[in-house]
């Protein structure tokens, strides 16, 4: 099993920026496509961002060109930078591995990303 520690998350005004880092335990994390999840209060995680082992990475629209994921198989660990932040990018941000039925491991504790004026 891997255990997933995020952080880096606050309160940051629209247009400023912010980057996360994730912590995963586990050999297994260099050959795993990992990603960024988010979840709004009733709703369900949604997975925006992936970076497979090849670092081919993928966006859904509404991050593309603002945000960035990168890991670091090193130090198992997975980035998002996110710039130009609106308020709708508000919400608890995970990471987790990606498999073909979604996330693959327990989720972690999260980072709250809070942008208000």
């Known amino acids: 099993q891997v255990q997933l520690v995020e952080s880096g998350g606050g309160l940051v005004q629209p247009g400023g920026s912010l980057r996360l880092s994730c912590a995963a335990s586990g050999t297994i994390f260099s050959i795993s496509a990992m990603g960024w999840y988010r979840q709004v209060p009733g709703k369900q995680y949604e997975l925006f961002a992936h970076?497979?082992?090849?670092?081919?990475?993928k966006y859904t629209d509404a991050v593309k060109g603002r945000f960035t994921i990168s890991r670091d198989n090193g130090k198992n660990t997975v980035y998002l930078q996110m710039d130009s932040l609106q308020p709708e990018d508000t919400a608890v941000y995970y990471c987790?591995?990606?498999?073909?039925?979604?996330?693959?491991?327990?989720w972690g504790q999260g980072t709250k990303v809070t942008v208000s004026s």
């Open positions: 987790n591995g990606v498999g073909p039925n979604g996330s693959r491991w327990a």
């Open positions: 970076i497979p082992d090849d670092f081919r990475t």
